[in-house]
């Protein structure tokens, strides 16, 4: 399984940027799939995640700001960035949790990551 992100870049603050994220490989069902970001000297954290049912979550920092959504193909997901801030600039990971088997194990895949920079 391959889990690929492109969308990254530099933008002014209050600029916006759309991340998008495939997973491709031997998946028979996904689950959740998301949003992390890590900056500098942090840990990774938590940006949004959607359900296979289509259900979403934020951090509380990008509420209202940030919109995860899923395309047509159950494989893809996107994060729509608008009113950046500095405080948003890091690399931003998509994660995937999926069965790749009729089974009860979910496993967790990882993109390599996309660099989002936000300049004041």
């Known amino acids: 399984v391959q889990v690929v992100e492109s969308g990254g870049g530099l933008v002014q603050a209050g600029g916006s940027l759309r991340l998008s994220c495939a997973a491709s490989g031997s998946i028979f069902s996904f689950n959740v799939m998301g949003w992390y970001r890590q900056a500098p000297g942090k840990e990774r954290e938590l940006v949004a995640t959607i359900s ?43 994660n995937a949790a999926l069965k790749v088997w009729a089974g009860p194990t979910t496993y967790n895949y990882w993109g390599q990551g996309t660099q989002v920079t936000v300049s004041s």
Do not use: E
Request: charge should be positive.
């Open 52 to 94: 296979s049912g289509g259900t979403t979550n934020y951090t509380d920092s990008v509420k209202g700001r940030f919109t995860i959504s899923r395309g047509n193909a159950k494989n893809t997901v996107y994060l729509q960035m608008n009113s950046l801030k500095p405080g948003d600039t890091a690399v931003y990971y998509c």
